[in-house]
T-cell receptor, first 114, second 115 residues
Framework: DGGITQSPKYLFRKEGQNVTLSCEQN?????MYWYRQDPGQGLRLIYY???????QKGDIAEGYSVSREKKESFPLTVTSAQKNPTAFYLC?????????????FGSGTQLSVL | AQSVTQPDIHITVSEGASLELRCNYS??????LFWYVQSPGQGLQLLLK??????LVQGIKGFEAEFKRSQSSFNLRKPSVHWSDAAEYFC?????????????FGKGTHLIIQP
């Protein structure tokens, strides 16, 4: 079955540590996105990528980094500069990089700080 | 910038009763409108979307939504809720035009179903 796979499901970060969240899709979608979800805050866009080797900052990119070396993969690194990383992280994709396209979501990664 | 408002943080409905979840948006032109549902610890699933045409949109799981331009609203409805409908519901807006900066989401409405 086609879909978006996020791993791990749960992740713990120590102070000063960088951690990487994996997102893989086999839908052959061009665009991929990372959202952060905090309770009562909805979803906020961290980074997005319209094509391989290209990505743009979203609304809350500080303390995060991404790469898009392959079409199917869009990993997110939460750096030590992100002082409040505890949140639920959602990866999404869309068929084409066009505004208004519906998003397909992975099942998320819960990141917590030890 | 566009914005989405879901005025109700929590809604409690009895099983079998009707449901309406409210969504208002702020955008100069007609946006693309979506409703998503999220079960605890899971990703979001698309319920329905509005791009143009008929203002009453049918979705999955018996949901429908009506676009009202004059009220800048896109409320979600279901005539009879089931216990399995308990979840978090998000309204989202997508702009027209070039670029691919995703959707703007409301803060969500948590639906509780009473037996």
């Amino acid at each position: 079955d086609g879909g978006i796979t996020q791993s791990p499901k749960y992740l713990f970060r120590k102070e000063g540590q960088n951690v990487t969240l994996s997102c893989e899709q086999n839908l052959n979608h061009d665009a991929m996105y990372w959202y952060r979800q905090d309770p009562g805050q909805g979803l906020r866009l961290i980074y997005y990528s319209q094509i391989v080797n290209d990505f743009q900052k979203g609304d809350i990119a500080e303390g995060y980094s991404v790469s898009r070396e392959k079409k199917e993969s869009f990993p997110l690194t939460v750096t030590s500069a992100q002082k409040n990383p505890t949140a639920f992280y959602l990866c999404a994709s869309s068929i084409i990089p066009r505004r208004g396209e519906k998003l397909f979501f992975g099942s998320g990664t819960q990141l917590s700080v030890l | 910038a566009q914005s989405v408002t879901q005025p109700d943080i929590h809604i409690t409905v009895s099983e079998g009763a009707s449901l309406e979840l409210r969504c208002n948006y702020s955008y100069g032109a007609t946006p693309y409108l979506f409703w998503y549902v999220q079960s605890p610890g899971q990703g979001l699933q698309l319920l329905l979307k509005y791009f143009s045409g008929d203002t009453l949109v049918q979705g999955i799981k018996g949901f429908e939504a009506e676009f009202k331009r004059s009220q800048s609203s896109f409320n979600l409805r279901k005539p009879s809720v089931h216990w399995s409908d308990a979840a978090e519901y998000f309204c989202a807006v997508g702009l027209s035009g070039g670029g691919a900066d995703g959707l703007t989401f409301g803060k969500g409405t948590h639906l509780i179903i009473q037996p």
